[in-house]
């Protein structure tokens, strides 16, 4: 019963492979999805509004590139252990 490799392999295996622009996309639909909400609430100055659409894409950039990092060591870790011989 061999499967092929199932959606959320093949999508762990491209951000593996692609790091920087999945972070660059997460960076930017957290922009235009903030800037979106901000929109919304019209008591507040545009100056506030895209602050704050940049302070929510910094927060959410930094915690993609901390699961990139993770992400990355173990994988790291699981090639070293799969090339240790029993």
Same mark, same amino acid.
Do not use: D, G, I
């Given at each position: 019963m061999a499967e092929g490799p199932n959606s959320f392999e093949s999508l *762990?295996?491209?951000?593996?492979?692609h790091k920087l622009r999945a972070v660059g996309c997460l960076w930017l639909s957290g922009i235009a999805g903030s800037i979106a909400y901000n929109w919304s609430?019209?008591?507040?100055?545009?100056s506030v509004k895209l602050i704050?659409? *940049?302070l929510h894409a910094q927060a959410?950039?930094?915690a993609a590139?901390?699961?990139a990092a993770v992400v990355d060591n173990y994988d790291h870790q699981s090639k070293s252990e799969s090339n240790v011989p029993a």
């Open positions: *762990r295996k491209w951000v593996v492979e609430r019209p008591n507040m100055k545009t704050h659409a *940049r959410l950039s930094l590139v901390t699961v």
